[in-house]
């Protein structure tokens, strides 16, 4: 049977996955934010793409993104392959964990449950992941469709800007799914340390996008 505090964790849990989302999108309305002031930089290197006849920088770029969007995407299916023999494997890692000070034991649906949720988490990254692949290449076909003879280029800039910027939204959904993937880990020695690490994670990325270092490069 899973205990309260185990339902009150995961109530936690979810509210921080689904409400960050809600917060961002609240909070990008009148904050910048890494993704907002990116998605200016974004717009400004296409409407110099527009520019160039040769546009092989462009597609080196673009290039470099997919590989690092390649990489987690194939690491996503190797953890998901890692994880689902470990269901045969309850007894004994309740075992040695329950040997651990500070581990609470749990039951083998219990245990059961923490690993599918982990991998629908890596599931999710990558559908996300392979998402941002997709559209990468759709913004590569379009970049190199587009040509300063063209009389919408404004349009064409706007429009190449907001593909690659869903795409990275994307792509950063799917790194979030790995954080949120720390925090199910931390489930299996203590259900008030996932508490903690799940609104920790949430803190951090909240962080970064509003507050960091990086940001305030960036707007320069």
């Not at 964790?9 to 309305?29: D, P």
């Not at 009148?30 to 002031?37: G, K, Q, V, W, Y």
């Not at 269901?87 to 609470?104: D, Q, R, S, T």
Request: hydrophobic share 50%.
């Amino acid at each position: 049977m899973i205990s309260t505090i185990d339902i009150i964790s995961l109530i936690v849990f979810f509210s921080c996955w689904f409400g960050y989302s809600i917060l961002i999108s609240l909070k990008e309305k009148d904050s910048a934010s890494l993704f907002s002031i990116m998605y200016e930089h974004r717009l400004k290197w296409m409407t110099e793409a527009l520019k160039r006849e040769d546009k092989s920088v462009d597609v080196i770029t673009l290039g470099n993104l997919m590989k690092s969007v390649s990489f987690f995407a194939s690491t996503s299916i190797l953890i998901i392959a890692g994880l689902i023999p470990l269901f045969g494997y309850g007894e004994k890692i309740n075992n040695f964990a329950g040997k651990l000070p500070f581990v609470i034991s749990s039951t083998s649906p219990m245990y059961e449950i923490k690993i599918i949720l982990l991998i629908i988490i890596f599931i999710y990254a990558f559908f996300k992941y392979t998402w941002a692949l997709r559209q990468y290449n759709y913004a590569s076909v379009l970049i190199l469709a587009s040509n300063k003879k063209q009389s919408n280029n404004e349009e064409l800039a706007i429009r190449n800007a907001q593909i690659l910027a869903n795409a990275a939204k994307h792509f950063s959904m799917g790194v979030r799914g790995y954080y949120l993937g720390i925090a199910v880990l931390s489930w299996f020695l203590n259900p008030y340390l996932f508490i903690a690490v799940s609104i920790l994670i949430m803190f951090v990325n909240y962080r970064r996008e509003f507050l960091s270092k990086a940001l305030d490069i960036i707007k320069l």
